[in-house]
């Protein structure tokens, strides 16, 4: 939603921000997503991102959360000058890994200005690279390559299943004004293959993944602080996509979602659909905040439990988006049994978010 869901560029580059003076598109409901351009990037708009979550295992059978960030900002401030060095796209990633032995995430991150063959993001597919991390779309197949500090990503997405378009026919409304929206589409159920490396030693894995590509101008409303967005790749082949925006006061200031069945019949949920019950929380010893980690979800007549596959999955990308959250793989769980997983993304429990 923002990622997934993510609108955590909304703390991004604040003194950039505030002497913005370029006009940014609105989010038109009725507008049709056009593919393959909508893939690519949209500069024109204020934020985007595309958002790979995964649940991926060794040849022992033991689970790993992989999670893979591109953020583009339009900063909107000297776009009418010459310069070569004018911050007219920023371009950010976050990479994690989220293991249970380890019991706290790995990860890394990167932000560069746009150009000087360093830093790109293609419009018209998903192609986007900052020096040596990648995402590139070919066909039906994402590769992703990543070499951060502690480890090293080298993986490949395969379309399983058709996209999602996300609210309205890919216009998701995220309040009570229609200019509380984003572009949205998802696509879940990615067969993953490829390697991870770290320590010195490559090792395969394989498992499944979800994918949100979003832009938007104006997205997150004033009254809000922040959100908890979750993505399930169910095993029945189903796919559940569910958020809540909260105010100020902890109370439910928006939510929707989206469920797809295993025969393809897709259904999109109301505010008044859509509820996060917490059951269990952590408090980081890092930063002192606290978070819900673990929920009760109801969207229509689907009723689940969520479970962390750790408890501090707390991602801290002060030195690029500029925020704190807790991005982290969880299992679906009802009637005491396992029926899926997927990654439950928390924002605004330190600071609020601002775009």
């Known amino acids: 939603m923002n990622r997934r869901t993510l609108l955590l560029l909304a703390c991004a580059w604040p003194s950039l921000r505030a002497h913005a003076q370029s006009k940014y598109p609105p989010v038109v409901e009725g507008s049709a997503l056009r593919f393959p351009r909508d893939h690519g990037a949209h500069p024109t708009f204020r934020t985007e991102w595309w958002y790979l979550t995964g649940t991926l295992r060794d040849a022992a059978r033991r689970e790993l959360g992989v999670q893979i960030t591109f953020f583009r900002s339009r900063p909107g401030v000297a776009e009418g000058g010459t310069s070569a060095f004018a911050p007219r796209q920023l371009l950010f990633a976050h990479a994690a890994i989220a293991d249970p032995r380890v019991a706290r995430l790995q990860h890394d991150q990167r932000a560069l200005r746009a150009g000087f063959g360093l830093a790109e993001a293609s419009d018209t597919t998903t192609d986007v690279r900052l020096d040596d991390w990648s995402l590139k779309l070919d066909g039906e197949k994402y590769t992703a390559s990543v070499t951060a500090r502690d480890f090293a990503l080298r993986l490949t997405y395969d379309a399983t299943q058709s996209l999602v378009l996300q609210g309205a026919g890919g216009v ?14 998802s696509r879940p159920h990615l067969a993953v293959s ?12 394989s498992g499944d993944a979800w994918l949100d590509h979003e832009w938007s101008s104006e997205y997150l409303a004033p009254e809000a602080r922040g959100w908890d967005w979750i993505g399930l790749n169910l095993d029945d082949g189903g796919a559940l996509m569910a958020f809540r925006i909260r105010d100020h006061h902890g109370g439910v200031y928006w939510a929707g979602g989206s469920y797809r069945d295993a025969r393809g019949r897709l259904r999109t949920f109301a505010s008044s659909d859509v509820a996060f019950t917490p059951l269990a929380r952590w408090t980081s010893p890092r930063t002192g905040i606290d978070y819900p980690i673990a929920f ?3 969207a229509g007549d689907i009723d689940l439990t969520l479970e962390p596959l750790m408890a501090d999955q707390e991602l801290d990308s002060r030195a690029s988006v500029g925020t704190v959250y807790w991005e982290g793989a969880v299992r679906a769980l009802a009637e005491g049994g396992a029926i899926g997983h997927g990654y439950l993304e928390l924002t605004g429990y330190g600071a609020a978010l601002r775009i």
Not at 178 to 185: G, H, K
């Open 172 to 185: 998701s409304r995220k309040g009570p004004s229609p200019a509380q929206a984003s572009y949205y589409y």
């Open 194 to 205: 490829g390697s991870v490396q770290r320590n010195g030693r490559d090792i395969t894995v």
């Open 296 to 298: 009760r979800i109801t």
